[in-house]
C-alpha cells in the first residue's frame, strides 16, 4: 500500500515530542468531554444506575408460578394432595376451578401457567392401587418457566406417591422403612441460588461493553464530519499517539464508571468481591482497550456518525446480550453459534469477573481468557492505528 | 401539499445516497436473527457433571447411570477425591458435583437412610436450578422404585402400590421448544433497535450540519418535516418487518397460528412507536454523539431488560413493575407471542393493540411539539 508511505507523522523524531503529542490529544479530548456535560454525566453515572434498576429488576428465579387447581373429587385424599401444592414456595395458588372451561381463559391470557386437574376418581384409584391419574395442563409459550415448573410439579408427586406407598408399608410391619435416599444439594458460590449475583457480573460486563464502545464510535468520525480532523492530522501527531490520547480519557472515565458499580453492587446487592482486586482492575482496563479500541475501529470504517451507531449497536449490543453467557450459557447453544461467541470480548471477559467476583480463585482458573482479552484489545488497536493512517492521507 | 411531497422525494434522495446505511439496514437483521436466534435458548441439556463415587458397588454405579443416561447431565470425569470436585468446578469443568458416600449400598440395602450429596456451580444460577430440579427429579424416581420394589416384596408379587401419576399436557408450545419462545423475541427486539436508531439521529443531525436554518427558511411547515423524515424511515422498517417475519417462520419453522396480516399490521404499529421515540431522542438532543447515548441508555437499554424478553416481568419489584407499562415493547411481546404460538386475535390483543396505537400517537405529537419549540427558539 504506497499511501501510507507518505502519512502523516512519518519521519517525525519519535521521543521527547511523542509524549508531549499524546499529552496534548488528551487534554483536548478531557477538556471535550468536560464541556458535554450530559455526555460525561451519562458516560459515568448511568452504568450506575443502571446496575441498579437491573439488578434489582432482573431474575429469573422460577417461584410464584401461578397454579389454578380443579378438583371434581373434593375428597380429603384429593385436598390432601392439593395441599403439597400450597405448602410450595415455588407456585401462587390462584384459582380454585368450578368448571373446565375456565380453562382456556386462564391460561390464553395469561392468568396463570399451569392447571391441575384431580379427576373423579382420584381416591378410588388410590385405594385400589392402581395408578391415579392426575391432569396437568401447562401453558408451554416460555419454556423455561414452564419446564422449571413442571420439574416442580413431578417432584412433588413423585415425593407424595413415595409417601403414600411407605405410609402402607409401614401398616405391614416394616415401620423402620424410611425414604430411600437423603438427598441433599449443596450450592457453591452463591447459596441461595439468587439471580442478582449471577446477574450482576454479566450487567457489568455489559454496560462497560455497551458505553466504552459507543463513547468512542462517534469520535474520529464525527471530527473528520467537522472537518476538525485536518487539525489533527497538521499538529503532526502519529496515528498511534492518536489513538492513544483518543482512547485514554474514555479509559479514565470508564473506570471510574467501573468503580462506582462495584461499589454500589456491593452495597445493594451483596456481590462481594473475593478474589484479587488488583487482578481485576487490571484485566478490567485490558478489556476496556479493547472495547475502546473497537469503538475506534468502527469510527474510521464508518463514514457518517449515523453508520458508526448502526455499526456500534449492531457489533455490541445484541451480540453481547445473547452471545457472550449472560444470560444464555454458551454450551447450549449449537456448535456453529459457539464458534461466533468466541469473537465476543465480553465472553471471556465475563468468566474473568464471574472467577473472581463470586469464586474468589486466581488468574491460573482463567488465564486463557485474559490471554484472549489482550490479544482482542492489542489487534484492534493496531487495526485501527492502521486504517487511521490510510483514512488520513 | 406540494411542499410536502417534494421534501419527501429529497429525503428518499439524500438516504439512497447512503448506501451503506441502507444495506446494513438490510443484511443486519437478516444474519442477526439467524445467529442470535439460535443462541438464545435457555433449555438447559449436557449439563457437564463431575461424579465422586466413593462406593463404588454395582448400586451405586446403577445410580450413576441414571445420572448419566437422562440426557440432562454429561460426564466430564471421575473424581477420586474432594480437591478433584473442587477444582472440576473452580474451573468451570463441571457445573454440577454428584457425590456418593461409602456406605451407600450398605444403606440402602438396610433400609437406612442413605446419603446423597449433589454440588452445583451457583454462579450460574439458572442452569444450577435447572439442573438441581432434574437432580432431586431423578432421585425421587429412584427411590420411588426401591419403595415399590419393597412394597411388592412385603406384599406378595402382583400386588400394586397406590402411585399417582401425572400426565402433563402443554399448550401453545408442546415441544416445550425454547426457540418458539425466543425467536419472535429476538424479532422484536431487532425491530426496535434498528428503527431507534434510523430516527435518533435524523433531526440532531440536521442541526448539527447547519442545514436545518434552510429547512426553516422553507414554506414547510414542522408536523411536514417530522413526516417527511419519518417517511423513508418508515419503508426501510416495512421491508425490515417483512425480512425478519419471513426468517421466523421459513428459516426458524416457528408455527404462526394466528393471523399473518394482523401480525403484520400490528408490526407496523409498534415500528411507529420506536420510530417516534427515535425522533423525540433526536429534538432533544443536543449532537449526535448525545442522541445516541440517549437513545441507548434511556430507551434501548430498559426496553430490552424490562420487556420481559427473557425476565419475567411478575418476578419484578412492584415499583419496576409498574414502570414496565410504559415500555411498548411490553405490548408487543404478549402480541407476538400470541398471534405466533396461541393463535389468538384482535379480540383478545384489542387492548395492547390500542395502548401501542396511543403511545404512537403520543410520543410523535411530543416530537413534533418539541420540534417546533426548537424551531422558533
Known sequence: MPGWASSFGAGLPAEPYMLRRIYTIIKKEFRQVGRDKRTLGILIVVPAFMIVMFGYALNFDVKHTSIALYDEEKSDESRAFMREFLHSEYFDFKHVLRDKGEIDGLLGNEQCRIVVVIPKDFSHHLKSGEVSPIQLIVDGANSNAATTAIGYVMAITEEYSTKIVLETLRHSGRGDMSMPIDYRPRVWYNPELRSAKFLVPGLIAFILMVTAVISTSLSVVRESEKNTIEQIIVSRARPIEFIIGKTVPFMAISFVATIIILVVSYILFDVAIKGSLLLLFSITLIFLAGCLGLGLLISTVAETQQ??????????????????????????????????????????????????????????????????????AVVVLVVSAVRMKRRSW | MREILNFIRKEFQQIRRDRKMIGL?????????????????????????????????????????????????????????????????????????????????????????????????????????????????????????????????????????????????????????????????????????????????????????????????????????????????????????????????????????????????????????????????????????????????????????????????????????????????????????????????????????????????????????????????
Request: glycine share 6%; proline share 5%; charged share 15%.
Open chain 2, 25 to 377: 439496514n438490510f443484511f443486519a437483521p437478516i444474519f442477526q436473527l439467524i445467529i442470535l436466534g439460535y443462541a438464545a435458548t435457555l433449555d438447559v441439556r449436557d449439563i457437564p457433571t463431575i461424579i465422586y463415587d466413593m462406593d463404588d458397588t454395582k448400586a451405586s454405579r446403577d445410580f450413576v447411570k441414571k445420572f448419566t443416561e437422562c440426557g440432562y447431565f454429561s460426564l466430564s470425569g471421575y473424581a477420586g477425591s474432594y480437591g478433584d470436585v473442587d477444582r472440576a468446578i473452580d474451573s468451570r469443568d463441571a457445573a454440577i458435583a454428584v457425590i456418593i458416600p461409602y456406605d451407600f449400598s450398605n444403606d440402602l440395602i438396610s433400609g437406612r437412610q442413605a446419603q446423597l450429596q449433589v454440588i452445583a456451580d451457583g454462579s450460574e444460577t439458572n442452569s444450577a436450578t435447572i439442573g438441581l430440579n432434574y437432580a432431586s427429579m431423578i432421585v425421587q424416581q429412584y427411590s420411588r422404585d426401591i419403595v415399590v420394589k419393597e412394597f411388592e416384596s412385603v406384599k406378595g408379587k402382583g400386588a400394586k402400590p397406590a402411585v399417582v401419576n401425572p400426565e402433563v399436557r402443554v399448550w401453545f408450545n408442546p415441544e416445550l421448544k425454547s426457540r418458539n419462545f425466543m425467536v419472535p423475541g429476538v424479532l422484536a427486539l431487532l425491530l426496535m433497535v434498528l428503527t431507534m436508531i434510523l430516527t435518533s439521529l435524523a433531526i440532531v443531525k440536521e442541526n448539527e450540519a447547519g442545514t436545518m436554518e434552510q429547512l426553516i427558511v422553507t414554506p414547510i411547515r414542522p408536523y411536514q418535516i417530522i413526516i417527511g423524515k419519518l417517511a423513508p424511515f418508515f419503508l426501510i422498517g416495512f421491508v425490515d418487518v417483512i425480512l425478519v417475519l419471513t426468517i421466523a417462520v421459513f428459516w426458524f419453522d416457528i408455527p404462526l397460528k394466528g393471523s399473518a396480516p394482523l401480525l403484520f399490521v400490528l408490526c407496523l404499529v409498534f415500528q411507529m412507536t420506536t420510530l417516534g421515540a427515535g425522533l423525540f431522542v433526536s429534538t432533544v438532543s443536543k449532537t449526535q454523539q448525545q442522541a445516541m447515548l440517549t437513545a441507548v441508555f434511556f430507551v434501548i437499554l430498559p426496553m430490552m431488560f424490562l420487556s420481559g424478553f427473557v425476565f419475567p416481568i411478575e418476578n419484578m419489584p412492584k415499583i419496576i413493575q409498574v414502570f414496565t407499562y410504559i415500555i411498548p415493547l411490553r405490548y408487543f411481546f404478549i402480541i407476538i407471542r400470541g398471534v405466533f404460538l396461541k393463535g389468538v386475535g384482535i379480540r383478545e390483543l384489542w387492548l395492547e393493540s390500542t395502548t401501542l396505537l396511543l403511545f404512537g400517537a403520543a410520543i410523535l405529537t411530543l416530537s413534533i411539539l418539541r420540534f417546533r419549540r426548537r424551531i422558533s427558539s
Open chain 1, 307 to 376: 453508520v458508526a451507531f448502526l455499526l456500534a449497536v449492531i457489533l455490541t449490543m445484541l451480540p453481547t446480550f445473547l452471545l457472550s453467557g449472560f444470560v444464555f450459557p454458551i454450551r447450549n447453544m449449537p456448535v456453529v453459534i459457539q464458534v461466533i461467541t468466541y469473537f465476543i470480548p465480553a465472553r471471556y471477559f465475563l468468566v474473568v469477573l464471574r472467577s473472581i467476583i463470586l469464586k474468589g480463585v486466581g488468574i491460573q482458573a482463567f488465564y486463557s481468557d485474559v490471554v484472549f482479552l489482550l490479544v482482542f
